[in-house]
């Protein structure tokens, strides 16, 4: 089953410990992008990745770090987390760059205290 | 830069009732569109996309979209609404100069009454 799969689904967790939310798919696709979601605020591109050690800055990419070494794994890295980056977080993924449709992984759910 | 705008955070509707969400985008060029749907403790899921083959985009669950270039507006629209229907709508934009991002609206959240 074609899929984007993302863990933890729910994680709470400390201020300045360091995590990383893992994502990944199997639809041998070439884009990958994370997103945060805030009510009222929509969903916010954090970073994007257009290939293998290809990334670029999204919208909001303060305090997360990413890293493309495989095609399949886009994991996002918070090195020092703080509360303002508690939030639902999305992994999506698409054929070629973000002109095609996403594919959505189910969401991760982090709660810094 | 791109930007989307959807106005209405709440949209609230009978069962049966016309389905309206507006969506208005800002792109120096061409633009993707597209309209997603979430549902409860989902992920979101492709509801129809604009590629400029047709101004008249149809999408699943029996919602449309009509680009309007000169109103810069993809609004979304479903003759009938269905229980089922009730969920966060978000509209979304791509193919600007920031070639690789994918930029959101607010979402809207759609009721639907019995």
């Given at each position: 089953e074609a899929q984007v799969t993302q863990n933890p689904r729910y994680l709470i967790t400390v201020t300045g410990k360091k995590l990383t939310v893992t994502c990944s798919q199997?639809?041998?696709?070439e884009y990958m992008s994370w997103y945060r979601q805030d009510p009222g605020l929509g969903l916010r591109q954090i970073y994007y990745s257009m290939n293998v050690e290809v990334t670029d800055k999204g919208d909001v990419p303060e305090g997360y770090k990413v890293s493309r070494k495989e095609k399949r794994n886009f994991p996002l890295i918070l090195e020092s987390p703080s509360p303002n980056q508690t939030s639902l977080y999305f992994c999506a993924s698409s054929l070629?760059?973000?002109n095609q449709p996403q594919h959505f992984g189910d969401g991760t759910r982090l709660s810094i205290l | 830069a791109q930007s989307v705008t959807q106005l209405g955070s709440h949209v609230s509707v009978s069962e049966g009732a016309l389905v309206l969400l507006r969506c208005n985008y800002s792109s120096s060029v061409p633009p993707y569109l597209f309209w997603y749907v979430q549902y409860p403790n989902q992920g979101l899921q492709l509801l129809l996309k604009y590629?400029?083959?047709?101004t008249l985009v149809k999408g699943i669950n029996g919602f449309e979209a009509e680009f309007k270039k000169s109103e810069t507006s993809f609004h979304l629209t479903k003759p009938s609404a269905h229980m089922s229907d009730a969920a966060e709508y978000f509209c979304a934009v791509a193919g600007?100069?920031?070639?690789?991002k994918l930029t959101f609206g607010q979402g809207t959240i759609l009721t639907v009454h019995p």
């Open positions: 199997n639809m041998n696709h070629t760059d973000s | 590629t400029s083959a047709a600007g100069t920031s070639y690789g």
